[in-house]
């Protein structure tokens, strides 16, 4: 399969579904230690998550993976997940001095706990390949159509079945290759480890430039659960929070930059602001600053002057990483379960070695960034906020549907949607046409930027209510006022389109039987169905499928090319 940016892009929004569950995690198991309320079936709640993170991402990822966010794929990828685990574990070869001299029964435990604590080692890997491999089954397979005497494995619950096999044929290659991986991932984990400043650096300042494609998720995931191993527990961020005194290095450089740097920022955009438009900016700059500095979610920030000015978001990233190499020779070891903010940097300033050194490399950090900031604005007339000739103009309060349905029509309208999603901070939407986007309606609603890595594809960066206007907008996205009635569109004639093909479309589509109602518009079929389920999206992909919207009850959108043929022939 060839791999490039475009592909690797669902994997980076899918690993933040995962993700998003470790703060909790991270609450329980500080909450419950000795330091803090002192409550061990808390502590263990926390450590059960930490424990099985190889089992959350087959899920997590799996769901992310789905067109629809199906919990099929979910069940896929657990099914994926456990065959290949506990698969592989009987496969590998237990050293002969293992449990010498013990007796049988004892001797079978041990041997189990060492299969166990192997497996474990490269769990988090094996979670997120069955959680690819399961999203990507689900997309590929969750409409097959089998011979009526299976019929009932057919379509969703077929696709456990098939990552089952999978599962297999992962447990087949780790049980037999394991000593090769594991070699490799220890090396991978010595030469990081190792690379000292400069591989920090390194890390550091690729984070930062990896944020416009959103690829900075899958580099923070070898970092933060891959790299190193402290009895069993592997990653930066899983040895912090098994007592590692090591860990901590690739999270702590981020406190200076979330906590001080970027807030610092906000305030020279501020004051670098014209007078007149202080006051309008003023709020908007603060709430971007509060949001870094309590959460660290700083994506809102860096995207209002990332692409206004490339130069200055270099040096944003080059300071990056110096941070990272400060905060390592300064020996201080801070960690993290969502970000570097200060409601992270409290809940464990009692697990991090030398916290306090925060406070003055953030000092440190402030004058340096609203130093760097003020002096460029001014010398590159950079238009940041307040800066701009024009303001946009300002989205009046409005309802949460009336958000989702100002969303929706400033990208298009519902026909122009083929899919809906978010991350942490972005939307994360493909959609027909880019030139209907109504890019300073959206600017006027909060967009703080936005990304096109490939013709239909289109990111959206809001900050962190970017799921919740995700959500408003699926409730929206398929309502009437919305969506143009089927009969509305365009006018039902016999169309040109060969014989054979016209069957392909209909065999795809369930039969002629199955469409009660098509219409059209030159890049859209828009069909009332009597059974949705009925449908092979496999068969539709491979005739050119490039996207579907569920509408309400059993209307369904088609996004293709040069649908006005197929129409008239399905119509016909």
Not at 205 to 228: C, D, E, P, Q, S
Request: proline content about 5%; overall charge neutral; glycine content about 12%.
């Amino acid at each position: 399969m060839k791999l490039s940016m475009q592909s690797l892009q669902p994997l980076g929004r899918a690993l933040m579904l995962p993700i998003a569950v470790l703060p909790i995690a991270g609450l329980l198991l500080r909450l419950g230690q000795p330091d803090l309320l002192n409550v061990p079936f808390v502590a263990a709640s926390g450590a059960a998550i930490f424990d099985n993170l190889g089992m959350l991402f087959a899920i997590g990822i799996a769901v992310g993976f789905a067109r629809d966010s199906n919990g099929a794929a979910g069940l896929a990828g657990i099914v994926c997940f456990l065959v290949a685990t506990r698969g592989a574990a009987t496969l590998l070869t237990v050293p002969a001095g293992t449990g010498a001299g013990l007796p049988a029964d004892a001797l079978a435990l041990a041997s189990e706990a060492f299969r166990t604590k192997a497996i474990d080692k490269l769990s988090v890997p094996i979670g997120i390949l069955s959680g690819v491999i399961a999203g990507s089954a689900y997309n590929r397979y969750s409409g097959i159509r089998l011979p009526d005497y299976l019929s009932f494995f057919g379509g969703r619950r077929f696709v456990p079945i098939l990552c089952g096999v999978a599962g297999l044929v992962v447990a087949g290659v780790v049980g037999f290759a394991y000593r090769w991986i594991a070699g490799g991932m220890d090396a991978l984990s010595s030469g990081v480890i190792h690379s000292g400043v400069f591989g920090l650096f390194l890390y550091g300042a690729l984070n930062r430039l990896l944020i416009v494609t959103g690829l900075h998720h899958i580099l923070n995931n070898v970092a933060w659960f891959i790299v190193g191993d402290f009895h069993g527990a592997t990653g930066d961020l899983n040895r912090f929070f098994a007592g590692d005194p090591g860990a901590g290095a690739f999270m702590a450089g981020f406190f200076p930059i979330m906590m001080f740097g970027l807030p610092a920022a906000c305030l020279a955009m501020y004051h670098a602001a014209l007078p007149e438009r202080r006051k309008a900016v003023g709020g908007m700059l603060l709430s971007m600053a509060l949001t870094a500095f309590l959460t660290g979610v700083t994506e809102p920030i860096e995207f209002s002057f990332m692409f206004l000015a490339p130069l200055l978001y270099g040096l944003h990233t080059l300071m990056t990483g110096a941070a990272m190499v400060v905060m390592d020779l300064l020996g201080v070891k801070l960690g993290f379960t969502f970000s570097a903010g200060l409601l992270d940097y409290a809940l464990n300033f009692s697990k991090a070695t030398r916290p306090l050194l925060l406070l003055p490399v953030g000092a440190a950090y402030f004058a340096l960034y609203y130093g760097v900031f003020r002096w460029a604005i001014a010398r590159f007339d950079i238009k940041t906020p307040g800066r701009e000739t024009e303001m946009a103009p300002t989205a009046a309060a409005m309802s949460l549907s009336e958000r989702g349905a100002a969303f929706v029509r400033a990208l298009g309208g519902a026909g122009n949607l083929a899919s809906i999603d978010a991350c942490t901070t972005r939307l994360r939407l493909v959609v027909g046409d880019q030139s209907a986007i109504d890019e300073p309606a959206l600017r006027a609603l909060g967009a703080k930027g936005f990304v096109r890595p490939s013709a239909e594809a289109l990111q959206v960066v809001l900050g962190p209510i970017a799921d919740m206007v995700a959500s408003e907008m699926r409730s929206v996205a398929g309502s009437r006022d919305l969506v143009p009635p089927l009969s509305s569109v365009a006018p039902v004639t016999a169309g040109i389109m060969d014989n054979e093909n016209a069957s392909l479309w209909l065999g795809a589509l369930g039969g002629r039987d199955n469409i009660a109602d098509v219409a059209f518009n030159p890049s859209r079929l828009m069909l009332r169905l009597r059974d949705p389920e009925a449908i092979d999206e496999a068969a539709l992909a491979a005739l050119g499928l490039r996207g579907v919207v569920r509408g309400e009850g059993a209307t369904m959108h088609l996004l293709i090319g040069g649908a006005e043929p197929i129409g008239r022939a399905l119509a016909a």
